[in-house]
């Protein structure tokens, strides 16, 4: 049976103290910070806590998740709160916070399990190139699935098993090359912040498409945009690219042309990323790549 216990009242808040210089000292200090985070990446490694007596509960702690990672995928992760999934399952807020104590370790769990687990590794091996590239591919679709992980905040939080599981899955395709641990742990970095930095066109187009906004009406927006740069004194290289002939923009596509033909977004990530392979092949073959 759902749990009907009346909403949680808010504490009141008091003042802050008074410092000895006559201020008023932070609400929050360093060590309180640091044992939230604790916390949370143990409720994220560990599960949130089961109940050890009594009836089996009527809601678990993945069915939270999983309606905060509905609401996130139909409203952007802005939608995301603790009332709208209790509202969602039916559940009062205080429910939820039995298993999850803030909206930032509800967070937390939504962010991992939205990650998922990329492909095993298969038993005959591609070759490092081949296995990457694949990566690559893959972790641009998760994040194009999931848009709203692109508007995380840049702010500490804890990392969970499926975010650890990717790096994982990167530093399998390079165990057999003679690569040092440093160099490596360097690649990962490389091509991850690659396929993040180049897929943002991509995760603007999946957000508007997830917000009932159609390709075409997408395309023309972003054209616009970029067509505002021609003739503006402010951008005088922009401006000579973007009305050129090989590589000039219209006004209804997204993206600059190459040889005066239109690419598609997917052409656009392949030739930046063999770039990227191009010159990871070109320091392992250095004589002192290792």
């Known amino acids: 049976m759902a749990d009907r216990s009346p909403k949680r009242r808010p ?3 008091k003042p802050p103290a008074p410092s000895r210089a006559g201020g008023t000292r932070a609400t929050t200090s360093q060590g309180e910070i640091g044992r939230d985070l604790q916390m949370r990446s143990e409720l994220l490694w560990d599960g949130p806590t089961r109940p050890s007596r009594g009836p089996k509960p009527a809601l678990r702690g993945d069915d939270v998740v999983q ?7 139909s409203n952007g992760l802005g939608a995301l709160t603790m009332h709208a999934v209790a509202e969602q399952l039916g559940f009062t807020t205080m429910a939820l916070y039995r298993y999850f104590p803030s909206k930032e370790a509800l967070i937390d769990a939504c962010v991992d399990a939205a990650l998922g687990t990329p492909s095993r590794r298969a038993a005959a091996r591609k070759g490092w190139r081949l296995e990457m590239r694949d990566w690559a591919y893959a972790k641009r679709a998760m994040l194009c699935a999931r848009p709203w992980l692109a508007e995380l905040p840049f702010v500490a939080a804890p990392h969970g098993p499926n975010w650890l599981s990717w790096h994982e899955a990167f530093l399998q395709t390079l165990a057999d090359t003679g690569m040092t641990p440093e160099d490596m ?3 990962l970095g490389l091509v991850d912040g690659f396929v993040r930095g180049i897929s943002d066109t991509a995760i603007s187009l999946a957000r508007a498409r997830s917000q009932g906004v159609s390709d075409v009406e997408w395309a023309k927006a972003v054209g616009a945009d970029l067509s505002r740069a021609i003739n503006d004194a402010r951008y005088p290289v922009l401006s000579a690219i973007l009305s050129s002939a090989s ?4 006004a209804d596509a997204p993206l600059p042309t ?5 690419r598609s977004m997917d052409e656009h990530f392949e030739f930046g990323l063999e770039r990227v392979l191009d ?12």
């Open 67 to 73: 309606a905060a990672i509905r609401i996130a995928d």
């Open 247 to 250: 590589g000039g923009v219209k």
């Open 185 to 187: 742990m360097d690649m």
């Open 279 to 290: 010159g990871i092949q070109r320091y392992m073959d250095a004589p002192t790549a290792r």
């Open 11 to 13: 504490r009141s808040k």
């Open 258 to 262: 190459r040889g005066g033909r239109m």
